[in-house]
Nanobody, 113 residues
Framework: QVQLVESGGGLVQPGGSLRLSCAAS????????MGWYRQAPGKQRELVAFMTSGGSTNYAASVKGRFTISRDNAKNTMYLQMNSLKPEDTAVYYC???????WGQGTQVTVSL
């Protein structure tokens, strides 16, 4: 059973940065696709950033150029570097492996003065 533990969320001012981490148990991490999603109050969960097992990346238009997804296979950890944060980035952020087969518990990101 794969477990995902997220960290790094919090309160940040507009224009600030945060880095989310998602640590995975198990040995499948290096050969699996991964993604970051977010869900704002009253809205559906949406894909923010995605990385295939081969390392190709894709981003939502709203975060392209500001967010970067990465992975460290040696540490079984994936990251989401978020720069130039905006109030509309406020949401609960979730990491996921294998196209939604596994999910983290979510971490709150709030962008506000």
């Amino acid at each position: 059973q794969v477990q995902l533990v997220e960290s790094g969320g919090g309160l940040v001012q507009p224009g600030g940065s945060l880095r989310l981490s998602c640590a995975a148990s198990g040995s499948i991490f290096s050969s699996i696709a991964m993604g970051w999603y977010r869900q704002a109050p009253g809205k559906q969960r949406e894909l923010v950033a995605f990385m295939t097992s081969g390392g190709s990346t894709n981003y939502a238009a709203s975060v392209k150029g500001r967010f970067t997804i990465s992975r460290d296979n040696a540490k079984n950890t994936m990251y989401l570097q978020m720069n130039s944060l905006k109030p509309e980035d406020t949401a609960v952020y979730y990491c996921s492996l294998n196209y939604g087969q596994y999910w983290g518990q979510g971490t709150q990101v709030t962008v506000s003065l």
